[in-house]
């Protein structure tokens, strides 16, 4: 009986996110337009004991310095740091949410079934996993893998928007809300983040789409996924020339 609960509190969660007042509205089609968004995300300002990982000069060098962080709380039931992995130079960047289970336990990003589905949606539009960095809004696993608090967004957003600076994607892609929200500090449903390329402060385009794990749990939603990814393919071969 607790299971059935716990599954119909997720389904409403996940409805509610995608879909926010316009649940039981009308269905509307979105399209490709370019919109800037209204706030660039900026770093927050935040103590930190130290500042050497703001002057790093490589991916490996920024990692190494932020190891051992411990500016919110998620440090405490961590086992690894969930950096980032990929192409170090990569001309796509693809950003989840944070670190489950899997990830924590192996320390690198999207290793468990959610992984497993992001590699063949990569595939299928005709990108390999090691062409492409993978990384989260939050390096630790926040419990039971919850949604990560603002303030705990705040804190490791830095740490994700100089990974930005060194890498210089071209395209980023966000998979889920919390994903949209923290990067492109917006405040709106997945639906209406969807369909749109957002101008980056980074000089990168942004897209948005679902998260491989709502996928997962709703099987109906893949159809959109394909949708955007698409329009991601086609926007990166456009830019490619």
Sequence with gaps: MAKIKEQ??????DQKEIFGDDLYGKI??????KEVPEEI????????ESEDWKNARTLDELE????????CPLHKGRRNL??????KNADVMVIGEGPGADEDMQGKP???RAGKLLTDILKAINFERDEVYIANIVKSRPPGNRTPFPSEMDACMPYLLKQVELIKPKLILC???????GLLKRNDTLTNFRGKVYDYFSGAKVMVTYHPAALLRNPNWKRGCWE????????????KG
């Design 110 to 112: 999207f290793v468990g």
């Design 82 to 87: 969930v950096f980032g992995s990929g192409n």
């Design 28 to 33: 509307r089609k979105t399209e490709i337009v």
């Design 64 to 71: 190494s310095l932020i190891g051992n962080c411990a500016k």
């Design 228 to 239: 955007d990814v698409q329009a991601f393919r086609k926007l990166y071969d456009e830019m």
């Design 175 to 181: 998979l889920g809300l919390t994903a949209a929200k």
């Design 8 to 13: 119909v509190i997720q389904a409403l969660k």
């Design 41 to 48: 995300a900026e770093e927050p300002e935040i103590a930190y």
